[in-house]
């Protein structure tokens, strides 16, 4: 007598339909797999290709921070903050050879660029080495807040200074 006979009537059909339904939740799982991965697809070329970067306009606080005569780096921002006889004005600290940090040294009155050695005067002018430009003065201005506020997106032709 083979196993067959032994079994009772229907449960072929059971094992038929737990199959099916086996077959129909792998189909629905697929289809819902794939409009997951078309609507991820979708969205990424439906989303703005944007890099959000950091504000040019630097806030250096209240301008009593730079007595006369003072040369303030700010690491962060690469600017200088000047406090010349004229009035503050501000700088880039980046070197116009190739883009290193310029640091102030105030034991010898000078900007200088620690890679190739370019020397800068507290006004940016180039004393010596491979820089090809002045450092560039940056426009400067006091907010209605009374902060000194900085623009690093282009740099000026001119001299400018805020007046305190
Ligand atoms: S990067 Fe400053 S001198 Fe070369």
Redesign the pocket.
């Known amino acids: 007598m083979s196993d067959d006979a032994k079994k009772p009537e229907g449960a072929e059909n059971d094992a038929a339909v737990s199959r099916r339904q086996a077959f129909v939740t792998l189909g629905v799982g697929s289809i819902c797999a794939a409009c997951a991965g078309a609507a991820m697809f979708g969205y990424e070329f439906l989303a703005p290709n944007v890099l959000y970067e950091p504000s040019p306009v630097v806030n250096a606080g209240k301008p009593d921070g730079y007595p006369a005569g003072s040369v303030t780096q700010d690491q962060q921002s690469a600017v200088y903050i000047v406090h010349g006889p004229e009035g503050i004005y501000a700088m880039s600290a980046v ?1 116009t ?4 940090l ?1 640091a102030w040294k105030p034991e010898l009155g000078i900007i200088a ?1 620690p ?4 020397k800068f005067t507290r006004a940016g002018v180039k004393i010596e ?3 090809p430009h002045p450092l560039p003065w940056l426009r400067a201005w006091i907010n209605e807040d009374g902060d000194l506020l900085i623009d690093r997106s282009e740099p000026l032709g001119q001299k400018q200074f805020v007046r305190t």
């Open positions: 070197c050879h190739l883009g290193c310029t660029c890679c190739h050695g370019s080495g491979p820089a």
